[in-house]
């Protein structure tokens, strides 16, 4: 058994006030957002996303207030324990499942685009308990077998992830893509925001391979309540650089509208700090 597994079997059987506490308070609030580096960065990224979408800048230390409490809420629902489950099967989901089941009447599957953002977590749940046939690639699939109901058969280790995807939409199945940060071996930079960033270009690859078209989802959680919106598909068309940049035009649109939550908080538009945070997790999930 894994690191992570033990770790997580061991959280899904935690009280979720204890949960709740020690991540957010602890691990997120005096930890990771305490680090005067990290802060600024974070800090700098909200300031540049308010700008281009033509907010104040200011807002930035208040983008940063609302997203702590649901980025801990994200990662708590990693676990699929059973509370998030049940939140799961209230979300208004209508939309997605449309879309999914209208994309695949075509026959080629498709291709849903998930962009690091809102409670994406809960979607892959929603996802699974409408039992849409589908892969999602991660980094290690090794990490996520702490899941329940099988679930984890669904996801593939990036590496081999590939041609699994390519054979589940040629079975006019799903496949589900983290789409903002790229842990796949080339790693071009594509622009967002309006400055380079190293963006996934997976859902383009995949859709231009298979001529499967893109779907992109995003989960809002709103005035206590969380929906699933989606843009219309985005046909398997132009070459791979063209067909991300337009998924990145829609993305800038929400993450602009919604800044608190896109759920990245590295330094997104430095290139090489990038690579050196893909090459440190790599080697950190190996290890563990």
Request: charged share 25%; aromatic share 10%; proline share 6%.
């Amino acid at each position: 058994m894994s690191f992570f597994g033990t770790a997580a079997r061991a959280a899904r059987r935690a009280p979720r006030p204890l949960l709740d506490f020690a991540l957010e308070r602890l691990l997120l609030r005096w930890g990771f957002f305490r680090h005067p580096a990290r802060r600024r960065v974070i800090l700098g990224n909200y300031r540049r996303i308010l700008a281009f979408a033509g907010r104040d800048p200011g807002e930035a230390e208040a983008v940063l207030e609302r997203s702590i409490p649901l980025y801990a809420r994200l990662l708590i629902s990693m676990l699929s324990r059973p509370e998030d489950e049940e939140f799961a099967r209230g979300i208004e989901a209508g939309k997605l499942l449309s879309a999914v089941a209208a994309a695949r009447a075509r026959g080629r599957g498709v291709v849903v685009a998930l962009s690091n953002f809102g409670f994406f977590a809960h979607a892959l749940m929603v996802l699974f308990q409408h039992e849409v046939p589908m892969r999602i690639p991660v980094l290690r699939r090794a990490s996520l077998l702490h899941l329940p109901h099988g679930w984890a058969d669904s996801f593939l280790s990036v590496g081999d992830a590939s041609r699994e995807c390519l054979a589940a939409l040629k079975r006019n199945e799903a496949a589900v893509i983290l789409t903002m940060v790229n842990y796949m071996a080339r790693r071009p930079t594509l622009e967002l925001f309006g400055a380079p960033a190293r963006l996934g270009y997976a859902p383009a690859a995949l859709a231009l391979s298979a001529g499967a078209p893109i779907l992109p989802a995003f989960t809002v959680f709103e005035d206590g309540k969380c929906r699933i919106e989606v843009e219309p598909l985005l046909q398997p068309e132009g070459s791979v650089s063209e067909l991300t940049g337009r998924l990145a035009r829609i993305q800038e649109r929400w993450i602009g509208r919604y800044p608190h939550l896109w759920h990245v908080y590295e330094d997104f538009w430095s290139p090489a700090k990038m690579d050196a945070s893909y090459r440190f997790v790599r080697r950190y999930l190996q290890i563990f």
